[in-house]
């Protein structure tokens, strides 16, 4: 039987990436990926808002991307899969931490360069 490791989110970015590099010389881009549910509340007929934050990470050529290009609040359509890692603290407590790793990355909105959108397309796809 063969799995399936795939996520697929369109959202805004909640705040500009953090790029870094490995030891190695390759590019680290992280940032964290806002999704907002929608729904009108039974018992007020009121209008609600649930926000979701999900921490997204690139590798590579994507990081180099995602670090030319995105800024906070552009909104994004990202592909990629659910990724679980853990770490140890100093004072030795663990921690678990779920992210996801992007593979592909469609820009929905562009940055803004002296009040003129910048529409630079390119094929976005980890290699």
């Known amino acids: 039987m063969r799995s399936l490791n795939k996520v697929l989110l369109i959202g805004h970015l909640a705040a500009d990436p953090e790029v870094r590099e490995t030891k190695k010389g390759t590019k680290v881009a992280q940032f964290p990926l806002a999704t907002n549910r929608d729904w009108v509340s039974s018992d007020s007929d009121k209008s609600q808002v649930s926000t979701d934050y999900h921490k997204i990470i690139a590798w590579g050529k994507l990081a180099g991307v995602v670090e030319k290009y995105l800024v906070k609040g552009m909104g994004v359509y990202i592909e990629g899969r659910l990724m679980n890692r853990t770490y140890e603290l100093p004072d030795k407590q663990k ?4 992210e996801i790793r992007l593979d592909e ?6 940055k803004k360069k002296d009040g003129v959108e910048q529409v630079n397309l390119e094929s976005v796809e980890e290699e």
């Not at 921690?95 to 779920?98: A, E, G, N, S």
């Open 105 to 110: 990355l469609n820009m929905l909105t562009w």
């Open 95 to 98: 921690r678990f931490v779920t």
